[in-house]
């Protein structure tokens, strides 16, 4: 299984970016994706799921400015982020739930500036 991630960078506070995780391989069965976060020093966080039928789930520190859309035939997620912070600057890594396991992307920085 490979989760393949764009579209991090260095924005501005209140900028946007858009974050891309595909996944492919040993996908069948394919569940939920999503995006969760790492700040230094900090545990790594939710930051949004999609289930395959499109149901999403948002952390409490994104929701109104966060939104998670899903291409099932693609097998892709992508992450819109709008009115960012500086608190939202981290590593986003992707995730898929696969036949019950976990699978995670290599990592993207996203770097908010005041």
């Known amino acids: 299984v490979q989760l393949v991630e764009s579209g991090g960078g260095l924005v501005q506070a209140g900028g946007s970016l858009r974050l891309s995780c595909a996944a492919s391989g040993s996908i069948f069965g394919i569940n939920d994706m999503g995006w969760y976060r790492q700040a230094p020093g900090k545990q790594r966080e939710l930051v949004a799921r999609?289930?395959?039928?499109?149901?999403?789930y948002y952390g409490d520190s994104v929701k109104g400015r966060f939104t998670l859309s899903r291409d099932n035939a693609k097998n892709t997620v992508y992450l819109q982020m709008d009115s960012l912070k500086p608190e939202d600057t981290a590593v986003y890594y992707c995730?898929?739930?696969?036949?019950?396991?976990?699978?995670w992307g290599q990592g993207t920085q996203v770097t908010v500036s005041s």
């Open positions: 995730n898929a739930v696969i036949k019950w396991s976990n699978y």
């Open positions: 999609i289930t395959r039928g499109g149901s999403a």
